[in-house]
Nanobody
Framework: QVQLQESGPGLVKPSQTLSLTCTVS?????????WTWIRQPPGKALEWMGV???????FYSPSLKSRASISRDNAKNTLYLQMNSLKPEDTAVYYC?????RGQGTQVTVSS
C-alpha cells in the first residue's frame, strides 16, 4: 500500500515561491504510472494542479499559468511541487495523490 506524506512551510508571503515535498513509501515513483498534486482552497472543491508520470513527463493545469513546477528525486523516492508568484488565493491544503491514495495534506497560507 502506497503512503504519501506532504510537508511544507505553512505560511508564505505573497509573491514568494512555495516549495512542497511529498515523501513516498510502498511504491516507486519511477515504476508506477502517475503522481499528482491537488489542492483544496477553504470552502472550495479539490483542484487538480499537475502530474508527473513514471517517466518524468509533467503536465499542468492551464489555470496555474505556468507558475507550478513538479519534479522528483528518484533516489529519495520523493516528489516536489514549486509554485512561484504566490497569491492569497493560493491558500489551500495541498495533497499529493497516486491511484486513489492521498496524503494527509499540508496547509499553505499565503498572507503578509
Amino acid at each position: 500500500q502506497v503512503q504519501l506524506q506532504e510537508s511544507g512551510p505553512g505560511l508564505v508571503k505573497p509573491s514568494q515561491t512555495l516549495s512542497l515535498t511529498c515523501t513516498v513509501s510502498g511504491d516507486s515513483i519511477t515504476a508506477s504510472y502517475y503522481w499528482t498534486w491537488i489542492r483544496q482552497p477553504p470552502g472550495k472543491a479539490l483542484e487538480w494542479m499537475g502530474v508527473i508520470a513514471f517517466d518524468g513527463i509533467t503536465f499542468y493545469s492551464p489555470s496555474l499559468k505556468s507558475r507550478a513546477s513538479i519534479s522528483r528525486d528518484n533516489a529519495k523516492n520523493t516528489l516536489y511541487l514549486q509554485m512561484n508568484s504566490l497569491k492569497p488565493e493560493d491558500t489551500a491544503v495541498y495533497y499529493c495523490q497516486h491511484r486513489g491514495s492521498r496524503g494527509q495534506g499540508t496547509q499553505v497560507t499565503v498572507s503578509s
